[in-house]
């Protein structure tokens, strides 16, 4: 009996130690990310609007092309499978408000998600990439060819996932803890992949496609290169500017400071 309560008490320490560590671990983790709001790391002035739970943002490295831009949650999360139900919805508002701007200066874009590390807690988030129209239309044809290409012939799982009306929300589309590739074409869905080698599928896999489309330098989109702290705040001042007409965020705080003066009076 008494070797069964000692048992007991080991495992009870080993549980509690081992949470310890894991949360000591989510805390370097969330101190060091340069996504996370509250983050030391966290790039301010690359910020074009906040949200609820959410928030728009300049890339903070060198655009692809002029008004490339994220879509981050504030929260810690490592994909969109693993979103929670409202900060899903409102990151499909920003989504619905950027269509309508790229549309009003006749561009259309593209949603591009690449999901790698996922069990050990990267930041998700959602790059948006402008296109010129033509070229938003043969997108389809390039992502599909090359997502069927990538990670050679030895895959195991089906390379190209088509998401449709059905499957369009990829949280049902795909299991989680799975690294993976996907892309959305405007509103409309597009494509996703499951990653079975992060090493071999490299993050710049969309960066790269669309540079062959734009036939843009390749200096662009091999690697991510870091750049001033000026640049990326004129990048964030011009997205400002462009996203100011379809910028939701204001509506919804000023709705919110309307219900706290009527709660107030009251």
């Known amino acids: ?29 969330l101190e060091t990310c340069s996504l996370c709001v509250d983050s030391r790391r ?10 609820i739970k959410t928030y728009l943002c300049a890339v903070p490295w060198r655009p692809l092309v002029d008004g ?8 810690h999360y ?24 790229w549309k009003a200066e006749q561009m259309d874009c593209v949603f591009i998600e690449t999901a790698k590390n996922v069990k ?28 069927n290409e990538s990670e050679g012939e030895w895959s195991d799982n089906r390379k190209l996932l088509e ?32 990653i079975e080698d992060e090493q071999r599928f490299p993050r710049n896999f969309a960066h790269e496609i669309i540079g062959g489309m734009l036939d843009l330098d390749h200096t662009l989109w091999r690697k991510i ?3 001033g702290i000026e640049e ?5 001042d011009r997205l400002k500017q462009l996203w100011a007409p379809f910028d939701w965020t204001e509506k919804v705080k000023k709705a919110l400071a309307e219900e706290k003066r009527e709660m107030r009076d009251d």
Not at 9 to 29: A, G, M, N, Y
Request: aromatic letters at 10%; glycine letters at 8%; a neutral charge.
């Open 1 to 29: 009996m008494v070797e069964k309560i000692n048992g007991n008490h080991c495992d009870e320490v080993f549980k509690f130690k081992l949470f310890i560590s894991e949360q000591k671990t989510q805390e370097r983790t």
């Open 163 to 194: 998401l449709n009306a059905s499957n369009g929300d990829i949280r049902r589309a795909l299991p989680k803890g799975f690294a993976y590739f996907a892309i959305d074409f405007g509103l409309q869905p597009g494509y996703a992949h499951i």
């Open 225 to 227: 290169v870091h750049i």
């Open 78 to 101: 490592s994909s969109t499978v693993s979103l929670d139900e409202d900060v899903y919805d409102e990151m499909r508002i920003w989504r619905k408000g950027l269509v309508a701007m």
């Open 68 to 75: 490339h831009c994220i879509i981050v949650p504030s929260a």
């Open 42 to 51: 966290f790039s301010k002035h690359c910020l074009v609007a906040i949200g």
């Open 232 to 236: 990326e705040k004129k990048n964030s």
């Open 120 to 147: 050990h807690g990267g930041h998700m988030y959602v790059e948006c990439i402008p296109l010129p129209m033509d070229i938003g239309e043969t997108a389809p044809i390039y992502f599909k060819k090359a997502i």
